[in-house]
């Protein structure tokens, strides 16, 4: 994004590093011998994107990296971050922006997704990282990029999902928090401002200003 020229010595060096992190499932840990994990495997996958080159691309162990995310895969149609680990909207969000890059987006693989993100709606409009919990920014971001990459924007209601996201920007400090009465954090310029510009794309073919760019 800000056209950073990363020298073919450090692409080297860091596609030996994350090959070091993959296991026989095609996942990957966060470090040599840790076991696969959702999170790490998105971080890896994208960073050999973002490196880009046959050498970067030739690391992913594309048909074991499927038959993870399937191994991964509930009844209700949400993931597991691990074998064994917790079950929440995070994992929706990483299958599917690995699986969009690697075409792996199958009908086996995503069937049952967006009904299981819906149901993290939650009555204020804004999304918690399971059905019945808390509306959280990171966790709204995960879902409405997820419903994005799925194209079942429909789904859930945008008016509402709009409305609360909008409602996290301050107007003191002109920045954005994560939840309803919480402190302004600079990391959620990222998880909430991330979302706008997929719900301006939802409601207009045009680009529309959701919230105060200046503030």
Known sequence: MLDYPFSPELCDSAIDKITRLQNDTGGFGGGPGQISHL??????????????????????????????????????????????????IRASYCVLACASLLNL??????????????????????????PGSESHGGYTFCGVAALALLGESELIDIPSVIKW???????????????????????????????????????????????????
């Open 39 to 88: 999170g790490t495997t998105y971080s890896a996958v994208h960073s050999l994107f973002l490196m880009g080159g046959e050498r970067a691309y030739s690391v992913i162990k594309k048909d074991q990296l499927y038959s993870w995310f399937l191994s991964l895969k509930q009844k209700d149609g949400s993931f597991q971050m691990s074998k064994g680990g917790e079950i929440d």
């Open 105 to 130: 987006m199958t009908p086996e693989l995503t069937s049952g997704m967006g009904a299981f993100i819906a149901r993290c709606q939650g009555f204020d409009g804004g999304l918690g990282c399971y």
């Open 165 to 215: 996201t909008v409602d996290r920007q301050l107007l003191k400090e002109g920045g954005f928090q994560g939840r309803p009465n919480k402190l302004v954090d600079g990391c959620y310029s990222f998880w909430t401002g991330a979302i706008f510009p997929i719900l301006s794309s939802w409601i207009s073919n045009d680009p529309v200003e959701l919230y105060d760019r200046g503030a």
